[in-house]
Structure formats: structure tokens, C-alpha cells
T-cell receptor, first 112, second 112 residues
Framework: AQSVTQLGSHVSVSEGALVLLRCNYSSSVPPYLFWYVQYPNQGLQLLLKYTTGATLVKGINGFEAEFKKSETSFHLTKPSAHMSDAAEYFCAVSETGNQFYFGTGTSLTVIP | DAEITQSPRHKITETGRQVTLACHQT?????MFWYRQDLGHGLRLIHYSYGVQDTNKGEVSDGYSVSRSNTEDLPLTLESAASSQTSVYFC???????????FGSGTRLTVV
């Protein structure tokens, strides 16, 4: 069965500090992994995805994530947080490409 | 440009009433999904469809129904609205080829 665990429902960082949002997954086959961002009162937008190939993937707004099979992880990072990064972030896994399973989300607060 | 639209954006209804939330996409995607988003639960799948005349139950389908008569639309019906169905509802679509979901902007439903 597929599932996603996001450690930390709330994360606070200072502006300019490293952002690290954690995601661990469970999958019986090589998974396809996604990060979505949701700004207040908006729908979810695709931030980045891992399907095949290079395990370090880059997304929009300076975010990147690394697929680590041995750790079953797909953590999201950004070297320097910006105020505009404040949002809810969701990790998702899919085995088939047809249906995705989402984590419960991490709310990121950026402190000026 | 292709898009996915939900209507209405906000809805207040009374307990026991039937309510239908609309979802329309012009991506020509075969796959369409309905999720509800609640604090502490993230996104939970209500119903989904992989094509015309195909519908499937998700993890929280009780009290909801969908029908798929064409590629573009997947309306979500609450047969008899309950206060527990107060939530934000998101529609999503995908082509099932690892591109991820495209989400609508959501409908905030309040049942009083």
C-alpha cells in the first residue's frame, strides 16, 4: 500500500535560513514522488516531481528535493527562505500515475 | 489556455439539503478526482473517475456521489448535507502519465 508521512505539521524558519521539509513514503514498487505548494485560499500547484533518472530534482522558486531509496525519503529543501515561501506544502506518492496519495501537509512560516 | 474550474467558490447550505459542486476541465484529461481538505487530515480522496461512465469510491465517499457523462465534467453531489461535510473541496485532473495533478481553486462549503 502507498502512503506518505510528513514529519512536522508546522515548521518555522527565519528569512534567509535553510528550509527543510521532510517526507517519507511507503511503496511496494519504485514510486513517483511529488511536492505541491498551496498558498492561502488557493489550489495546489506542482512544485517538483521525481519520476526516473537523476535523484536530485529541482523545482520552481529555488526548491529542490532528493529521492533516497534506501531511506524511503523525498525531503524538500531550499537554501534561503523568502517571505513569499510561507505556504502549505504537500508530499505525494504514486505507483501508477493514475492516483496520488498525499501526506497531511506541512505549514511553513517564515519569520522576518 | 487549458484550465480546471470549480464553482461555486463559496457555498453555505442547510443541513439536509442536496448540494452539487461543479468541476470543469479543458485539459482533455481522462482522470478526475475530488478531495476534501480539513485541518489535521490533509487531502482525503472522495471519488475519482478514469473516464466517461467510470466512477470509483475513495476513502471518504459516504454521503457523496459523482457521475461522469463527458470528459470535461465531474460534478460532486452531497445527497443530504451534514455539518461534518463542512470543508474545502478540491477537484483535480490528470492524464495519468506522471505529469501530476492539475488542481482547481477549491470550493469552500459550509453546512449550517
Amino acid at each position: 500500500a502507498q502512503s506518505v508521512t510528513q514529519l512536522g505539521s508546522h515548521v518555522s524558519v527565519s528569512e534567509g535560513a535553510l528550509v527543510l521539509l521532510r517526507c517519507n513514503y511507503s511503496s511496494s514498487v519504485p514510486p513517483y514522488l511529488f511536492w505541491y505548494v498551496q498558498y492561502p485560499n488557493q489550489g495546489l500547484q506542482l512544485l517538483l516531481k521525481y519520476t526516473t533518472g537523476a535523484t536530485l530534482v529541482k523545482g520552481i522558486n529555488g526548491f529542490e528535493a532528493e529521492f533516497k531509496k534506501s531511506e524511503t525519503s523525498f525531503h524538500l529543501t531550499k537554501p534561503s527562505a523568502h517571505m513569499s515561501d510561507a505556504a502549505e506544502y504537500f508530499c505525494a506518492v504514486s505507483e501508477t500515475g493514475n492516483q496520488f496519495y498525499f501526506g497531511t501537509g506541512t505549514s511553513l512560516t517564515v519569520i522576518p | 489556455d487549458a484550465e480546471i474550474t470549480q464553482s461555486p467558490r463559496h457555498k453555505i447550505t442547510e443541513t439536509g439539503r442536496q448540494v452539487t459542486l461543479a468541476c470543469h476541465q479543458t485539459w482533455n484529461h481522462n482522470n478526475m478526482f475530488w478531495y476534501r481538505q480539513d485541518l489535521g487530515h490533509g487531502l482525503r480522496l472522495i471519488h475519482y473517475s478514469y473516464g466517461v461512465q467510470d466512477t470509483n469510491k475513495g476513502e471518504v465517499s459516504d454521503g457523496y456521489s459523482v457521475s461522469r457523462s463527458n470528459t470535461e465534467d465531474l460534478p460532486l453531489t452531497l445527497e443530504s448535507a451534514a455539518s461534518s461535510q463542512t470543508s474545502v473541496y478540491f477537484c483535480a485532473s490528470s492524464d495519468g502519465r506522471w505529469h501530476g495533478y492539475t488542481f482547481g481553486s477549491g470550493t469552500r462549503l459550509t453546512v449550517v
